[in-house]
């Protein structure tokens, strides 16, 4: 038994020997790609992985501008009927008012009426008083016949009647053309309430069209960009597989491949682990930001280019600027120690140098990225966490 697992055991390890040599054979067989191929490659598919991200990028902002534009087409509708509706109030309130300003006239006209009345029956009170206590009487007796004191009698009624008629109709009069004013002053109030809550919801939707105007308006401002960052990876891409057929062909490579550092906004790997405990704009160096990360930890370029520094830099420690091109930068600054040297090209990942204590703080990196020439918020271009 012991003999037959030996021999199983042999043979096994025969069999394994015989199948890695003859793997490797055919590995040595297979020709070897030269290193500027696999590097371009390798640009070649995260260009076209960025591509992609930038056109799934474009669709967005594109449904969202048309859902915006929805939503601002019946915001105008809505904003036009209550601008209608404020006109039908403002109409109401205006022939409210002149209704009830043509009632107010009426009611002096009236007051006026009756204060002339009350004069006239104050004048002829005041005629009887100096006739003595009879008054009427004194009227009635003065005449020479009956027929005469009929008449007088029907005089003197009929006068006493009339003076209560006017009065009893300017006071009724008065007491509707008050009816009229306090309905008046009531519609008044409530078209004064309708046009308050019309003009609140007019200003409300006019707010509401701005803030929607202005949201399309920054779309389309991000769909330029989008389309020129991908017209501009495109181009990049383009001159990837001109290069990449020319390395198979077994040419030469004529330049180092790139891409462009733009279309990558927001897709761009962090320098560093850590968390940021200076953000862009504050603290002593306010064009970049601090992360604080461990003692010895890597820092690590964000996107291929060349070494534009690598030395010591008062107020920065030990700096390294990458040159990506087209005016952008990055900067890795407050360094242990530097892994890389002026004029050396490093790839997107590549070790530039390591995070230490330094005399005055404790352990970070100090991050600035410049695009066109001008510090940025480095938080807008690299990868959200």
């Given at each position: 038994m012991a003999s037959r697992s030996f021999r199983d055991i042999k043979d096994t390890l025969v069999s394994f020997v015989f199948v890695?040599?003859?793997?490797?054979?055919i590995t040595a067989q297979l020709p070897v790609k030269p290193p500027e191929q696999v590097r371009t490659e390798a640009l070649a598919r995260r260009a076209t992985e960025r591509l992609?991200?930038?056109?799934?990028?474009?669709?967005?902002?594109?449904?969202?501008?048309?859902?915006?534009?929805g939503d601002l087409r019946k915001l105008e509708i809505e904003r036009q009927m209550k601008a209608e509706e404020l006109n039908r109030?403002?109409?109401d309130a205006a022939s409210v008012g002149v209704e009830l300003g043509d009632t107010n006239k009426r009611m002096a006209e009236v007051q006026q009426a009756e204060v002339s009345s009350r004069r006239q029956v104050q004048n002829r009170l005041a005629e009887m008083y100096k006739l003595g206590e009879a008054r009427y009487?004194?009227?009635?007796?003065?005449?020479s016949d009956l027929q005469r004191?009929?008449?007088?009698?029907?005089?003197?009624?009929?006068?006493?009647?009339?003076?209560?008629?006017?009065?009893?109709?300017?006071?009724r009069r008065l007491a509707e053309l008050d009816a009229v004013r306090a309905t008046l002053g009531e519609r008044a109030g409530t078209l004064d309430s309708l046009r308050a809550q019309a003009q609140t919801a007019h200003t409300a939707l006019d707010h509401a069209t701005r803030a929607r105007a202005d949201l399309i308006q920054d779309i389309d401002r991000q769909r330029d960009l989008n389309a020129q960052l991908t017209s501009e990876l495109q181009a990049?891409?383009?001159?990837?597989?001109?290069?990449?057929r020319s390395l198979r062909a077994g040419a030469e490579p004529s330049d180092a491949a790139a891409l462009p550092l733009k279309p990558f906004r927001g897709d761009l790997d962090w320098p560093a682990a850590g968390s940021v405990k200076n953000p862009f704009g504050r603290g002593a160096r306010p064009k970049g930001i601090e992360i604080a990360t461990a003692d010895g930890a890597p820092v690590r370029a964000i996107h291929e280019g060349i070494v534009a520094f690598a030395d010591a830099f008062a107020g920065f420690g030990n700096l390294?600027?990458?040159?990506h091109g087209a005016q952008t930068f990055s900067l890795y600054g407050d360094l242990l120690d530097l892994a890389v040297a002026k004029g050396a090209r490093v790839e997107r990942g590549q070790p530039v140098g390591s995070v230490g204590p330094l005399p005055t703080r404790?352990?970070?990196?100090?991050?600035?990225?410049?695009?066109?020439?001008?510090?940025?918020?480095?938080?807008?271009?690299?990868?959200?966490?």
């Open positions: 890695v040599s003859v793997t490797a054979q992609q991200a930038l056109q799934r990028e474009a669709d967005r902002l594109a449904s969202e501008e048309r859902s915006l534009l109030i403002n109409a009487v004194r009227i009635l007796l003065s005449t004191l009929g008449q007088a009698t029907r005089t003197v009624s009929a006068l006493s009647k009339i003076d209560r008629d006017r009065i009893a109709e300017h006071r990049a891409s383009q001159r990837l597989q001109s290069q990449l390294v600027i990458v040159d404790a352990a970070g990196l100090y991050f600035e990225l410049r695009v066109d020439g001008q510090p940025v918020d480095p938080l807008q271009w690299l990868r959200k966490k």
